[in-house]
């Protein structure tokens, strides 16, 4: 009766997985969890993964495809999302695999105490070597009762493990759609802001240490990437609208529910991922557009501004020191620069 009554929408993003995405489904079909929906949102693939995805369509009728031309994962999530007739839904990224007993598992605990998010650990693994771990090791973080959103997030933001990432629960469909919760078009990483949203509006949370999902590493991963110049710029700016967008959220929602130091400190967090890009760039040029972007963007002041610790304001400290002595040696070598261009 169970199984029969309550359905999960879950929702893939498909674009160019090859090979990869017939593990995928292969994962999801032996779901123990039968009352399902499968929904692929064919984000413009050029590859064969479509061929792939239309032979599960044709084969299991609880699968749906949908098309669109290429706009990017959240577009495609917020596209699964309006066309979800689940009470809960999920995400699932097209080249991952998820254990048979995932959705089972969470789907069970969700109705048991009527839980608006159910989260649980993951396997990260490197594609090549099959070396896996398990995300959030118990010795930082153990399963849980029944948490408010806000609770559950300033714990899981606490472990210093917990990423923010929605393939790692399942998510009650009405919250989403009365808050209007969606991904942002064009954002890398949306997944900070958008879970951290849906943990603001939720009443009742639980986790479960239990690895159900493995997470596939390759060269090719958005995050894994190494860049440079024009390209660390642009990746380094989805950051700093991170940081902007998370202090708006807390604004936004702070008669609500308790803010609590950890979703400040979380901004300050994500300034110095930026920060630790500016070290790494070798084009001295493009270093100083990035330290000017910090300055104007008003992401400096967030960083300062969001610490809630001590351990955190010495690295926020550090780092102040280093952005304002790289700044004044670059104004220094274009006052010379001038000077040398006068004197011709």
């Known amino acids: ?136 090791p118990t010795d930082r973080l153990r399963s849980t009762g029944v948490l408010t959103g806000p609770d559950w997030l300033r714990m899981g933001l606490s472990s210093r493990r917990w990423t923010h990432v929605v393939w790692m629960g399942i998510y009650r469909r009405d919250i989403i759609e009365k808050n209007n919760i969606t991904f942002i078009p064009g954002l890398h990483h949306q997944d900070i802001v958008w879970t951290t949203e849906f943990m603001y509006n939720a009443i009742r949370v639980r986790y479960t240490e239990h690895s159900l999902y493995k997470y596939f590493l390759h060269d090719n991963s958005v995050s894994h990437l190494q860049r440079q110049g024009n390209k660390n710029l642009n990746y380094q700016r989805h950051y700093i609208k991170i940081t902007r967008l998370l202090e708006k959220l807390n604004r936004d929602y702070a008669g609500q529910i308790p803010i609590y130091p950890e979703f400040h400190q979380q901004i300050t967090y994500e300034a110095l991922r930026v920060c630790h890009a500016v070290r790494k760039e070798t084009d001295v040029l493009m270093r100083q557009r990035m330290i000017a972007e910090i300055f104007t963007s008003g992401m400096y002041t967030r960083l300062i501004t969001n610490v809630r610790s001590i351990k955190v304001a010495y690295q926020a400290l550090l780092w102040s020191f280093r952005l304002w002595q790289w700044r004044d040696k670059t104004l220094s070598h274009q006052r010379i620069a001038r000077k040398a261009l006068n004197l011709r």
């Open 1 to 136: 009766m169970m199984n029969s009554a309550i359905k999960l929408s879950v929702i893939i993003p498909l674009y160019n997985a090859g090979n990869d995405f017939q593990a995928c489904m292969e994962s999801l079909i032996a779901q123990t969890w039968t009352a399902l929906e499968i929904i692929i949102v064919n984000d413009g693939s050029t590859d064969h993964s479509v061929d792939i995805a239309k032979y599960y369509v044709e084969n299991y009728p609880h699968i749906r495809l949908l098309h669109q031309v290429n706009s990017g994962v959240s577009v495609a999530r917020n596209r699964g999302l309006a066309a979800a007739s689940g009470s809960y839904v999920a995400f699932v990224d097209a080249d991952d695999v998820v254990y048979p007993e995932m959705y089972q598992t969470l789907m069970t605990m969700a109705l048991e105490d009527d839980l608006d998010v159910a989260q649980c650990n993951a396997d990260w693994c490197f594609r090549e070597s099959g070396l896996a771990w398990q995300s959030i």
